[in-house]
């Protein structure tokens, strides 16, 4: 599953304070993108406000501490060049694995044309590829492991970045690591298999 890391309605909010042109500068709540609303605390000098609802606003000067309804044509209008230039926002995806190796789990391997497209969303990638293993084994054996396991899917990536764009292996950034079998999805014993701590987790910004 693509997990959609929840920045958007932070950085939404800078630049519409920032770049806002109607009238009176004001701040409007937006959904983030998995559909979920966040709250956001507004102060000026008729105290503090907070705002819960999506596309309501509040003025910024202080003349109203009373929210109210924004609508999609209003919010285009004025914050509409801002929101289109925004960065893509970080995206991550996990990738399961079978019992002591490198080979994906069939579910996994059907995630890998996700992984491709997600790379395509971001037009100059920096990308984090972590290894993990379940408890299996003893400590060194997991940690190499992991570790093939995050280059496996790392050669995937930087083979893609090399077809689709052209990209030169100077101008490809992948930090490759492997986290054995620290920091486990799910809390085991020793030599405990779990196939949800067998995993690469993926994350491109």
């Given at each position: 599953?693509i997990?959609?890391f929840q920045?958007?309605?932070?950085v939404v909010?800078?630049?519409m304070?920032?770049?806002?042109?109607?009238?009176?500068?004001?701040?409007?709540?937006?959904d983030?993108?998995?559909?979920?609303?966040?709250?956001?605390?507004?102060s000026?000098?008729?105290g503090?406000v907070?705002l819960?609802?999506?596309?309501t606003?509040?003025?910024l000067?202080?003349?109203s501490?009373?929210?109210f309804?924004v609508?999609?044509?209003?919010?285009q209008k004025?914050f509409?060049?801002?929101?289109a230039?925004?960065?893509p926002?970080?995206?991550?995806?996990m990738?399961?694995?079978?019992?002591g190796?490198?080979?994906?789990?069939?579910s996994?391997?059907v995630?890998?044309?996700?992984?491709?497209k997600?790379?395509r969303?971001?037009p100059?990638?920096?990308?984090?590829?972590i290894g993990?293993?379940d408890?299996m084994?003893?400590?060194?054996?997991?940690?190499?492991?992991g570790?093939?396991?995050a280059?496996s899917v790392a050669?995937?990536i930087r083979?893609?970045?090399?077809?689709?764009r052209?990209m030169?292996e100077?101008?490809?950034h992948?930090?490759?690591?492997s986290?054995?079998e620290r920091n486990?999805l799910?809390a085991?014993?020793?030599?405990?298999?779990e196939?949800?701590n067998?995993?690469?987790?993926?994350?491109?910004?």
């Open positions: 599953m997990r959609y920045l958007w309605l932070v909010t800078a630049w304070i920032v770049t806002g042109c109607s009238p009176k500068s004001y701040v409007v709540l937006m983030s993108p998995d559909g979920t609303t966040g709250k956001v605390a507004v000026s000098a008729q503090n907070l819960a609802k999506s596309r606003g509040i003025d000067d202080g003349s501490d009373v929210p309804s609508d999609e044509s209003q919010i004025d509409g060049e801002a929101m230039a925004r960065p926002l970080p995206t991550s995806l990738l399961y694995y079978k019992q190796g490198t080979e994906l789990t069939e996994s391997r995630l890998i044309p996700a992984l491709l997600m790379l969303m971001h100059a990638p920096d990308i984090s590829v993990h293993t408890t084994g003893e400590d060194d054996f997991n940690e190499r492991v570790l093939e396991r280059q050669d995937i083979g893609e970045l090399k077809k689709e052209k030169k100077e101008d490809i992948i930090t490759v690591v986290h054995g486990l799910i085991t014993p020793d030599n405990t298999p196939p949800k067998r995993r690469v987790e993926i994350t491109v910004r």
